[in-house]
């Protein structure tokens, strides 16, 4: 039996601005499940991390809900104790003169970089420092944000994202703008992860990021889940096929997946 949903929604209805993106969506994760959220851009993928990080609200109708860890009403504190994120949204807020250490100090208090009003302890340092080393930053520690490639911005919000030693851990698109070293190096972290036991919600429209842990999958288009189980079905010609509408081909290795296009019927 899965373990208590950390997430669920029952029959929600949410808006960006005027724009309605879910008006009857309905979904449950669970901790120790490792999911991706599957599908093209536009599809709701990056609101529903925002329905997950409180930073959009569905509309209140009998028969709606939306529970994070089992609680209608949540403290943000809490939440970001026992989620970590990674976003583009949020490496684009970080300007380009923080040092790297402060953007993973920064995770202790849920900020951009460090204020003076903000008091780093020794347990903050001695934290930050020991993923700085797992994750290989240690050698940029005191370099600004502004002057390191993609890859290593990307795991200096993943070391963030950690600090708290989250139960989930939600990852955005993550490998964007990643070439093939970075990514791999990220999606190695990712695979000691999810081994470890941390859960993993992985929302992105790239079928080579899916890394062999991850077994549940969600397929979302428009708003709408058009498909959800194991990823061993889903994660198959026809089904991604009618998702991105167009003929493709899944070519399997090692546990990984690579799409091509399918040649057109006649």
């Known amino acids: ?18 724009r309605p993106v879910f008006t009857n969506l309905s979904l449950k994760l669970h901790l120790g499940q490792q999911t991706v959220i599957l ?14 990080s409180r930073e959009i609200y ?32 949020l490496q684009a807020n970080y300007g380009t003169s923080v040092v790297a250490r402060d953007v993973v100090l920064s995770g202790f208090f849920g900020s951009v970089g460090l204020g003076r009003s903000q008091q780093v302890s020794e347990r903050h340092r001695q934290r930050s420092e020991e993923l700085l080393a797992q994750l290989d930053l240690d050698a940029i520690a005191d370099r600004p944000f502004g002057q390191l490639s993609d890859g290593q911005r990307r795991r200096l919000l993943l070391a963030r994202a950690l600090v708290h030693r989250p139960e989930v851990l939600v990852l955005d698109e993550p490998t964007n703008g990643l070439d093939l070293k970075a990514k791999h190096q990220l999606l190695a972290v990712l695979r000691q992860l999810a081994q470890a036991g941390t859960s993993l919600l992985l ?47 899944v070519i399997e290795a090692h546990g990984f997946r690579q799409v091509l296009p399918a040649a057109a019927p006649g």
């Open 58 to 89: 569905p509309v209140v109708k009998p028969g709606s809900w939306l529970r994070i860890f089992g609680e209608e009403r949540v403290n943000l504190w809490d939440l970001r104790a026992r989620i970590g994120l990674v976003s583009p949204d």
């Open 203 to 249: 929302v992105t429209h790239q079928i080579e990021a899916i890394i062999p842990e991850i077994k549940h999958c969600v397929l979302l288009r428009q708003g709408l889940i058009v498909g959800q189980g194991s990823c061993e079905e889903l994660l198959q010609d026809g089904p991604l096929s009618d998702l991105f509408g167009i003929p493709l081909r």
């Open 39 to 52: 599908g093209p851009n536009g599809s709701g993928k990056s609101s529903l991390i925002k329905l997950l």
């Open 1 to 18: 039996m899965p373990a208590a949903p950390y997430l669920d929604l029952q029959s929600i209805e949410a808006y960006l601005g005027p």
